[in-house]
T-cell receptor, first 111, second 114 residues
């Protein structure tokens, strides 16, 4: 049931773009995205519901492809502050909020 | 705004000891969850609660007990600590609201079992 994230790690230079994918073998109700910096708690980025919506948040946006049961997180013109590990959390039942998290994608932004 | 407060922040235990990790939230959230995070891995759900008096198991519940007597508090009990329980433990809360809401995480408890 654990979603699979890809890639596992990515290294960018400041200003470059990145895409992180989160795939599930089970039908999803919602996908949550969080960022965690080393030694800190995960911080909420956005939630997407089934229906294929796309959301944006400054230069970070995400989409949800219900047909593929996949969500993608897009980081454009990356900043140093974007460094961290990104996790997707998947919810299979409406209202359950019982998240199953992927293993994470470590993003390193170099100047 | 305190949000989600976890205590203690660090703890070292000996194998076989028991202890309780405390979690309190002041946002009147209905949902609360406990996760463990092992090095280089994602978060795994231990137990969660949808309201006072209601709890359910997550992915890795063995060796842990929970209860929820109030909306604010959701303590996690380790019955007999084992080295495999060495981990960082996060408590999170969220609003029932529309059924989908962000989870607010505490700062975590770093637990070592010797």
């Amino acid at each position: 049931q654990q979603p699979v994230q890809s890639p596992q790690a990515v290294i960018l230079r400041e200003g470059e773009d990145a895409v992180i994918n989160c795939s599930s073998s089970k039908a999803l109700y919602s996908v949550h995205w969080y960022r965690q910096k080393h030694g800190e708690a995960p911080v909420f980025l956005m939630i997407l519901l089934k229906g294929g919506e796309q959301k944006g948040h400054d230069k970070i946006s995400a989409s949800f492809n219900e047909k593929k049961q996949q969500s993608s997180l897009y980081l454009t013109a990356s900043q140093l502050s974007y460094s961290g590990t990104y996790f997707c959390g998947t919810d299979f039942i409406q209202g359950a909020q019982k998240l199953v998290f992927g293993q994470g994608t470590r993003l390193t932004i170099n100047p | 705004n305190a949000g989600v407060t976890q205590t203690p922040k660090f703890q070292v235990l000996k194998t076989g000891q028991s202890m309780t990790l405390q979690c309190a939230q002041d946002m009147n959230h209905e949902y609360m969850s406990w996760y463990r995070q092992d090095p280089g891995m994602g978060l795994r759900l231990i137990h969660y609660s949808v309201g006072a008096g209601i709890t359910d198991q997550g992915e890795v519940p063995n060796g842990y007990n929970v209860s929820r007597s109030t909306t604010e508090d959701f303590p996690l009990r380790l019955l007999s600590a084992a080295p495999s329980q060495t981990s960082v433990y996060f408590c999170a809360s969220s609003s029932a609201g529309t059924g989908v809401a962000p989870q607010h995480f505490g700062d975590g408890t770093r637990l070592s079992i010797l």
